[in-house]
Structures are given as C-alpha cells and as structure tokens.
C-alpha cells in the first residue's frame, strides 16, 4: 500500500508550527503539499522544509492528497476554504482535519457537507479537546 499524501492549508502562527514539526521530525514518509493564502509564506515554509511542495491554491491541494489538514483564522475562513474544495474538487474517499477553533455549529455545518461528498472529517482542536465526527 502507498503512503498517503498529506496536505496543510493555513501556515499562520499555529500551522506553522505544526506543520513544521510533521515535515522535520520524520513522521511521515510521504509527500507533503503545502498550501497558505499569502503564497509567500508558504514558500518560505517550503524553503525551510525541502521534503515539502507548494500549491497554488487549496483545491489543488486539496485534489492532489488524501489527508487534508487545515487550520485556518476563523469560521468564515474554514467554511469559504471548505466550501471551494467541495465545489471545485471530488473528495470522496479523502480525510479532512480540521485544527482550526470554531463555532461547533460551523463543525457541524462542514462535517454534513463533507458526508454528503463521501469524505471522512475529523474535528481536531489544537487545545486537544477533541470532538469527532467520523464518517463512512
Ligand atoms: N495562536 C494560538 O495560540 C492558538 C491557540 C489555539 C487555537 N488557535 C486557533 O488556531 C487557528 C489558527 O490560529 P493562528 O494563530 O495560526 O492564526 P493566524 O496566525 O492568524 O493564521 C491564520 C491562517 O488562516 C489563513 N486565513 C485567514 N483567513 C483566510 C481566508 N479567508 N482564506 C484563506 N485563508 C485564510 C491565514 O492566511 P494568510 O497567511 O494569508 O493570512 C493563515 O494561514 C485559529 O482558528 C485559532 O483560533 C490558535
């Protein structure tokens, strides 16, 4: 079985970091797309991280990985990032984490979105409380 591929969308403060810690400490040994709406910052992580790729925009990321982790700003931000994969991309099949900290309405509203595409989504809090959805 091949090794998965693994995107990271949204390298503020927070995905930075834990972005930054999959691509050094060896985790994983598959390949790993980057994407950031500010695309400088995504290069500039890129540069740091060699083993890593960026992409010019989330639904190619999203397109070309089977594990997708976000973690974004604020709702609107998850919701409209959500909302331009599903329209733009299939994603039956994949798995979407989402680290982001947002209103459980907002994690409800995307976990329906993405059963509805036949994705699988775990709601994965950064302060560990963890809520998950697992669908499929
Ligand atoms: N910082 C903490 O200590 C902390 C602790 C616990 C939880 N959290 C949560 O973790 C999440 C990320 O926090 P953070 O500190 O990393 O935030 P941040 O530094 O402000 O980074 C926000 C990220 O979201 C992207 N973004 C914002 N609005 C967007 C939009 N409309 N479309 C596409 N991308 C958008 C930003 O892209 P650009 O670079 O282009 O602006 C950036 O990558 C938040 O939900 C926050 O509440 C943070």
Same mark, same amino acid.
């Given at each position: $079985? $091949?090794?998965p591929t693994i995107a990271w969308l949204?390298?503020?403060n927070m995905g930075m970091g834990m972005a930054s810690n999959l691509a050094k400490k060896g985790i994983i040994k598959c390949?790993?797309?980057v994407y950031n709406r500010t695309v400088s910052r995504a290069r500039?992580?890129?540069a740091l991280n060699p083993? +890593?790729?960026v992409a010019e925009s989330a639904a190619e990321a999203a397109a070309k990985a089977d594990i997708i982790f976000t973690c974004l700003g604020d709702d609107t931000a998850v919701s409209e990032i959500i909302d331009l994969i599903i329209t733009s991309t299939t994603i039956k099949g994949k798995l979407f984490v989402d680290c982001s900290t947002i209103h459980p309405d907002t994690t409800t509203a995307i976990a329906n979105k993405f059963q509805d595409a036949g994705a699988e989504f775990v709601t994965s809090l950064i302060h560990l409380l963890?809520? +998950?959805y697992v669908f499929n």
């Open positions: $079985m $091949m090794a949204g390298l503020g390949s790993f797309i500039q992580f890129q083993n +890593t790729v963890w809520n +998950t």
